[in-house]
Nanobody, 120 residues
Framework: VQLVESGGGSVQRGGSLRLSCTISVYTYSSCMAWFRQIPGQKREAVAT???????TYRDSVKGRFAISRDNAKKTLYLQMNSLRPEDTAVYYCAKFWLGYCHTSSAHVGNWGQGTQVTVS
């Protein structure tokens, strides 16, 4: 299974970015997520989405970020609005092990390579 992120970059405070993750397999039965990591810190969940498209968000991004999925296109998205400098991190696309969802990185079976988001 391969996950490939795109859409990262540098923006100013208040700007927007849309991350995409293309997955090499269909993910109809999988819970998906976006994580992020700042150097020296733990990888943290930003948003998760289950097979019924129910989403969860970390408190700091609620109302600003939106996760979505297009199973037919095998693609996961993260729309990020009103970006802040503290959102600066490497963002990773993740596929949970079957049977797990809305949990931590300990239950992720597949990771993308990451895409840098920098907000100044």
């Amino acid at each position: 299974v391969q996950l490939v992120e795109s859409g990262g970059g540098s923006v100013q405070r208040g700007g927007s970015l849309r991350l995409s993750c293309t997955i090499s397999v269909y993910t109809y039965s999988s819970c998906m997520a976006w994580f992020r990591q700042i150097p020296g810190q733990k990888r943290e969940a930003v948003a998760t989405i289950d097979t019924d498209e129910m989403a969860t968000y970390r408190d700091s991004v609620k109302g600003r970020f939106a996760i979505s999925r297009d199973n037919a296109k095998k693609t996961l998205y993260l729309q990020m609005n009103s970006l802040r400098p503290e959102d600066t991190a490497v963002y990773y696309c993740a596929k949970f092990w079957l049977g797990y969802c809305h949990t931590s990185s300990a239950h992720v079976g597949n990771w993308g390579q990451g895409t840098q988001v920098t907000v100044s």
